[in-house]
């Protein structure tokens, strides 16, 4: 009988790119780097708002270099879940506040690929739609991200009790715009899954949740025998009604793809 033998998983050594030439804290390295980021800026369609947030981000993110574990001091922790720890920490060098998820390295290689996958998405993604990501690095498996102060939507949703069609309009737009750059260059997400996705891939969840809370099996029985949930009449809009029921549809024909979706009434109205 063979022996087990345990995976070896890659090192997770991943750092934002600085861009080649002189040193960074040149002062030749550090226009070269204002030049680049103009040109980029001018490419996207942002308003002003959003072009100063970005600058702001991208010139912190170069000016970080690369990450330590000495650099960090632990601020308080933020959540966890069966992999991972995300805390709120300080970057003692230049005083920012980071948001940084340990990851527990005993996982299995498939899930680990995936991480390392994501990572590289996140490494090349600039954009205010995309929360930022400063780098990782080995040591415990930590990620440090941009730190967003205004909490998760499902925590925004625990004190409001309800938001807004208007308030999901403009997140579901963001969402939209930030599809093509997580999706990459074919339009399909970046996946490891070996199976063939149609050409017109769904954004399946988009609105979805369980009320009252479904165990996993009631919920798959749910979803493979009932027809999906619909909106109530009286309080949503039919240009909102008709945004979301194109989402968790089980025919492919009537699959909407990302660009129907982002031409749609209700995501019109909403930008």
């Known amino acids: 009988m063979l022996a087990w033998r345990k995976p070896v998983l890659q090192v997770l050594t991943i750092n934002p790119a600085i861009t080649k030439g002189p040193s960074p804290t040149s002062e030749g390295a ?6 680049d ?40 922790e933020l959540g966890m879940d069966n992999s991972r720890v995300v805390t709120k920490v300080q970057h003692r060098p230049l005083g920012l506040i980071m948001a940084r998820k340990l990851i527990h390295l005993e996982i299995k290689l498939a899930i680990w690929n995936q991480i390392i996958c994501e990572l590289q998405v996140l490494l090349q993604c600039n954009l205010p739609y995309i929360m ?44 939209l715009w930030g599809r093509p750059v997580v999706n990459g260059a074919g339009g399909e997400p970046h996946s490891i899954s070996p199976r063939p996705r149609p050409p017109r891939h769904p954004i399946r969840g988009h609105g979805m949740d369980s009320q009252p809370a479904m165990a996993i099996f009631e919920l798959l029985d749910y979803i493979v025998n009932e027809p999906p949930p619909k909106l109530p009449n009286v309080v949503f809009t039919l240009d909102f009604q008709e945004f979301v029921n194109k989402c968790p549809t089980k025919n492919p024909a009537e699959w909407a793809d990302l660009k129907m979706l982002t031409n749609h009434a209700f995501i019109k109205r909403s930008e």
Do not use: W
């Open 30 to 35: 550090s226009e070269a780097n204002l030049v």
């Open 37 to 76: 980021l103009q040109k980029r800026l001018k490419k996207l369609q942002l308003d002003e708002q959003q072009k100063r947030r970005l600058q702001a981000f991208l010139t912190q993110k170069a000016k970080v270099g690369k990450l330590k574990d000495d650099y960090f001091k632990r601020i308080s």
């Open 132 to 175: 930022g990501f400063y780098g990782a690095f080995y040591n415990d498996g930590s990620i440090c991200m941009e730190h967003t102060d205004g909490s998760s939507l499902d925590q925004v949703l625990k004190e409001a009790k309800r938001i807004p069609e208007e308030i999901l309009g403009k997140v579901s737009t963001v969402v």
